[in-house]
């Protein structure tokens, strides 16, 4: 499943649990309820032709009771006489006693007589023949012209003393008799059973119009579709086979169980409505369904109290970071450790790296207040350098006009000299000392870039060990996932343990529990490992933002770095132009000196000291450039500490 790349961690921890609850409720309903359907319908597919043989043997005692009044009727001295008045006399007493409908005499030439004085030719009716075989048979139900009902003959030998067949006693029942003995077979409130002949045809139905119209569904399933299943159970059934069978018919399905009835030419089947058999396992799916939904709602409440217990320290490391990144910079807050899991080790983790990080750009800013001092003091010291440069190329310019008089002026240009000897030594000292700030901004700025690759160094491992982090939470979700595997193999193995010990019956009881108890715990297995993944994802996601904003710190550092090596670069220019300026400043003191011992010639000599005095002035000039130089490089020097205290200003440590 694809979730948002916007959706918190929260909510996409809430989806999971409740799509994991939906998943396991519903896969776990329907695999029980397939189970218990499917038990269900092996015990109705066992017990159904199991009724039927009971039904069998039901109305097959039945008739042999029917029999047995018979046959001790045609075993009654009256009978057995021939005497016809005698015989009716007592079969209207039998009538009467026996419940038939009505009985006669039937003798070899196949005339029978009734007591109401009424006879009719039976002797080529088969259960007459049969009779006369020697046995007591029941015929098929009939549908008599004469009361329009359906009946069911019984024919009995009738014997002299010497065992000889010299008659057959008939009996006429209500054909309804066996509808009725039928009907009290049934499976459920609203089963039923009906009896067919071995022509398909209906002797017995709870539906008494089918047997009035000796209804035949196994030859009209052959013509229409709609009694095709009916009549492919009825085909069975009159080739002598016991078993089951299900079918729709009249708009309901339907289950059956058949046997043929054991000395008749007559099978019965007996039947179920599968809405009616299957009615508390439709109950038990609907309770499954509201339970479900209370526990996914139950489980969507926990969801939310976990994932607001998991996400809130992550929240807090996301709120540093983006102070840290980009608002106020604050290196001075903590995270709480509260738990001893990854969630914990992280926030541990995280606030050491913050505190290391604070310590660095604390001691990044002393050292700009440093290199701003020296840049101070360098731009003090370039300034004095160009006044006293100014100075002495105004007093060589004098020199110079005096030059063309200094055989007039001998004593004022000795005086002169001596002024300029003092300022080139107060050039030099101030040079010496600006030499002495420069090498302390030098070795600052030296110190301040060393500390900044060390921030860099510590920034990349701290980055590296987040990566660490992130390939371990991968292990453990790959172990997730065997954990998950197992669990799947063993919730079948439970399910086909279930199915074995439904199959077993009693015998699998102990085995049912067991294969539940072992269900149960694939079921928490699986929901354990799922909530282990689920933490490790929000980890993992944790992992990726902290090495995000880890990677922005360290290029704040390597930009602080750039800053510190170029201000090094510039230092060491300037350094370059005080030893040029220190030079000139030498070579200008010795100029001088010379000039000074020369003065006691200047009468004879002022040609080459005019000379001097140009060089004199030479020098001045370049010795102002480089005090321009100088000042220049103070002020870009400033400028630099400047933008240093504006990015380290960004923190607040």
Not at 43 to 58: H, N, Q, R
Not at 145 to 161: K, N
Not at 446 to 463: L, P
């Amino acid at each position: 499943m694809i979730l948002p790349d916007r959706m918190s961690i929260g909510a996409k921890l809430m989806t999971g649990v409740v799509v994991l609850l939906i998943l396991t409720c519903s896969g776990m309903g329907f695999f029980s309820y397939r189970a218990a359907y499917q038990t269900l319908h092996n015990t109705i597919e066992e017990s159904l032709p199991v009724i039927a043989e009971e039904g069998a043997k039901y109305i097959r005692g039945q008739l042999d009771n029917y029999i047995l009044g018979i046959e001790s009727v045609a075993q009654r001295q009256v009978i057995r006489s021939m005497n016809w008045q005698e015989q009716r006399l007592a079969m209207e007493s039998e009538v009467r006693r026996l419940g038939y409908m009505d009985m006669g005499i039937v003798t070899p030439d196949g005339l029978a007589r009734y007591p109401d004085g009424t006879t009719a030719e039976l002797g080529d009716r088969g259960y007459v023949k049969d009779a006369f075989g020697g046995k007591t048979v029941i015929s098929d139900v009939i549908i008599s012209r004469i009361i329009d009902a359906p009946v069911m003959m019984m024919a009995s030998p009738v014997r002299d003393e010497n065992r000889r067949i010299v008659a057959v006693l008939i009996a006429r029942l209500d054909g309804n008799v066996l509808s009725r003995i039928s009907g009290d077979i049934k499976y459920g409130e609203n089963g039923y059973s009906y009896v067919i002949n071995e022509k398909g045809a209906l002797v017995a139905h709870n539906n008494r119009d089918y047997v009035m119209e000796s209804r035949n569904f196994l030859e009209e399933g052959k013509n229409n579709p709609q009694y095709r299943r009916v009549s492919e159970m009825m085909q069975r059934m009159v080739r002598g086979e016991r078993g089951f069978d299900e079918y729709h018919f009249m708009g309901e399905d339907r289950l059956f169980g058949f046997v043929p009835i054991e000395g008749t030419n007559w099978f019965i089947t007996v039947g179920a409505l599968k809405n009616e058999v299957f009615a508390d396992i439709h109950a038990m799916r609907l309770r499954f369904l509201l339970f479900s939904a209370g526990f996914i709602a139950l489980g969507c409440i926990a969801a939310f109290f976990f994932s607001r217990a998991l996400v809130s320290p992550i929240r807090d490391v996301v709120s540093m970071l983006k102070d840290i990144a980009g608002g106020e910079g604050d290196l001075t807050r903590r995270l709480s450790v509260s738990t001893k899991d990854e969630i914990g080790d992280l926030a541990a983790y995280f606030n050491a790296f913050v505190e290391k990080i604070q310590s660095l750009v604390t001691m990044i800013g002393d050292n700009v207040q440093t290199l701003a001092s020296s840049a101070s003091g360098l731009s003090a010291v370039s300034t004095q350098t160009t006044q006293g440069v100014q100075s002495m190329s105004a007093k060589t310019s004098t020199a110079a006009r005096a030059a063309e008089e200094s055989r007039l002026n001998t004593t004022a240009v000795a005086a002169s000299m001596e002024e300029t000897s003092t300022n080139l030594t107060s050039v030099a000292s101030a040079t010496e000392e600006m030499s002495a700030t420069i090498g302390e901004i030098a070795s600052g700025s030296e110190k301040a870039r060393a500390i900044s690759h060390q921030a860099g160094v510590q920034a990349a491992s701290v980055s590296a060990l987040m990566h660490e982090f992130g390939q371990a939470a991968r292990e453990i979700d790959q172990v997730s996932e065997t954990i998950t595997n197992i669990s799947s193999q063993t919730n079948l193995l439970a399910l086909n343990a279930t199915i074995e010990a439904a199959r077993a019956g009693d015998a699998g009881k102990g085995f049912a529990v067991v294969a539940g108890e072992i269900k149960e715990l694939a079921r928490q297995t699986a929901a354990a490992t799922e909530d282990i993944k689920s933490r490790i994802s929000g980890v993992q996601e944790s992992s990726a933002t902290a090495i995000a904003d880890i990677e922005k710190i360290t290029g704040v550092i390597a930009e602080v770095c750039e800053l510190v090596a170029g201000m090094a670069a510039a230092i060491e220019q300037q350094t370059a132009v005080t030893r040029e300026v220190a030079a000139n400043i030498a070579q200008a003191s010795t100029g001088v000196q010379d000039a000074n011992e020369r003065v006691s010639h200047i009468a004879s000599s002022s040609e080459t000291m005019e000379a001097d005095i140009r060089d004199v002035d030479q020098t001045a000039a370049e010795l102002k450039a480089g005090g321009q130089k100088v000042e220049e490089s103070a002020v870009e020097l400033s400028r630099l500490a400047g933008h240093l205290r504006e990015l380290v200003s960004q923190f607040r440590v």
